[in-house]
């Protein structure tokens, strides 16, 4: 691996003339973190991290709009032609007392000072492209090249400082395909304890991250042989090796859509209030836990092939027009994980049910031709149970039969169902 592709990297302007001007004040200043990693790698970077010798102050005074955005730990936001470029100054950190943050900051001088106190080696390299110098004290070059997330200095004080860090190290061996360096690996049990302490916020973003990644079976199995899916995804983690094995291969063959992936994860184990329960404690939006609440529940396709179309009707009234491809993506992805050979059989059930929903059938009693008002003054009555009850029993008789759907058809249908009940 050479330093050619930093060399010929497309940086921002608004990013060269930050470091130009820095370094014409007589400061370091490098790209720094993920960045480097991803210019190396081949892959242009989502966002620049600039980090400089220069203290806030300086910066401000360096520039004529800088806003303080997180002065405190030494970031500054340098506003330059309507572009927002953020400045942080090398610094140190002080003992995590909480495993979440440390508990001070000091700001240094030296760009080999700051890289010390990152994560992993892969993250900790600095570029200067104004001097196309690469600063890499820690190897992370070696260890780009040789596919290994490794931690800076000692796993277990990185571990133990922020306990978000081995859930990170499994998301970036599962996202860039790497291997967990074997000490960076047995760090990870001893520290969970430090990670049980970790806002659960930031722990569904890392494994979101993980699951829609292309490797998202490769992390869940590291996630599961570390430890760490037991403190946050017991149901999953306790269930027997086969029903894990086969879970995870439903999940990587489904489409990376969130909802989608944790639905098929969780299918087979779980029924779809506990599904729901399960994305409310990751503190997934309700929305998003109420739409993986039915495409758990109603995953299992396989077992309505031989069903008719009035019971195919039903199950689109169960689970609404706007989630059924994602429940075909589901279902498609567990029959392929489980049972490939009635895949065929599927296939041939979810082009009945597309069928079925693009002659828009009534599903629902908005959709029927008589309102509440109409059904109560077919049956001369006001406002009561009954015209619940009403609403349900032409429900059902439109589900087996569409065409019912006019008013007429339906009123007759209402006072047949009256004189029946005797009312």
């Known amino acids: 691996m050479t330093l050619e592709p930093l060399h010929r990297a497309d940086i921002p302007r608004p990013i060269l003339d930050v470091l130009h001007r820095l370094r014409e004040l007589g400061f370091a200043a490098f790209l720094v973190g993920g960045c480097v990693r991803d210019i190396l790698r081949g892959v242009a970077p989502k966002d620049f991290d600039v980090a400089s010798s220069a203290l806030p102050q300086e910066v401000q005074g360096a520039f004529k709009k800088v806003i303080p955005t997180g002065?405190?730990?030494?970031?500054?936001?340098?506003?330059?032609?309507?572009?927002?470029?953020?400045?942080?100054?090398?610094?140190?950190?002080?003992?995590?007392?909480?495993?979440?943050?440390?508990?001070?900051?000091?700001?240094?001088?030296?760009?080999?000072?700051?890289?010390?106190?990152?994560?992993?080696?892969?993250?900790?390299?600095?570029?200067?492209?104004?001097?196309?110098?690469?600063?890499?004290?820690?190897?992370?070059?070696?260890?780009?090249?040789?596919?290994?997330?490794?931690?800076?200095?000692?796993?277990?004080?990185?571990?133990s400082e922020d306990g978000l860090r081995p859930m990170r190290a499994v998301r970036f061996a599962a996202v860039l395909g790497f291997t967990l360096e074997p000490a960076t690996r047995e760090a990870i049990p001893p520290t969970l304890p430090i990670f049980k302490k970790v806002a659960l916020e930031r722990v569904r973003e890392e494994f979101v991250k993980l699951l829609l990644s292309p490797r998202a079976e490769l992390g869940l199995t590291l996630l599961g042989e570390t430890g760490l899916l037991e403190v946050f995804l017991p149901e999953l983690a306790q269930a027997g090796e086969e029903a894990v094995r086969l879970a995870r291969a439903a999940a990587q063959a489904a489409p990376a859509e969130v909802e989608i992936r944790l639905a098929a994860l969780l299918a087979d184990l779980v029924r779809g209030a506990q599904a729901r329960d399960i994305a409310l404690r990751l503190k997934f939006p309700t929305k998003a836990a109420d739409t993986m609440a039915v495409l758990v529940e109603h995953a299992f396709l396989e077992r309505r092939t031989g069903d008719a179309d009035p019971a195919l009707r039903r199950l689109l009234a169960q689970v609404g027009p706007a989630l059924l491809e994602p429940l075909l993506a589901v279902a498609r992805a567990r029959v392929e994980a489980r049972q490939r050979d009635r895949l065929p059989e599927v296939l041939a059930l979810q082009e009945r049910l597309r069928a079925l929903l693009a002659a828009k059938p009534p599903l629902t009693p908005k959709e029927l031709a008589l309102s509440g008002k109409d059904i109560m003054a077919t049956l001369g009555i006001g406002p009561s149970p009954q015209v619940g009850e009403a609403t349900r029993f032409l429900m059902e008789a439109v589900f087996d039969a569409p065409d019912l759907n006019e008013s007429e058809r339906l009123k007759d249908l209402l006072r047949t169902w009256q004189a029946g009940k005797g009312v």
């Open 71 to 159: 002065i405190q730990h030494g970031t500054v936001t340098v506003v330059i032609g309507g572009n927002h470029v953020e400045v942080t100054t090398f610094r140190s950190e002080g003992d995590y007392l909480d495993g979440r943050r440390p508990s001070s900051v000091t700001f240094e001088r030296d760009i080999t000072q700051d890289l010390s106190r990152r994560d992993f080696t892969i993250n900790a390299m600095a570029y200067d492209p104004v001097g196309q110098v690469l600063v890499d004290p820690f190897g992370g070059m070696e260890d780009l090249q040789a596919h290994l997330i490794r931690c800076v200095r000692s796993p277990l004080e990185r571990f």
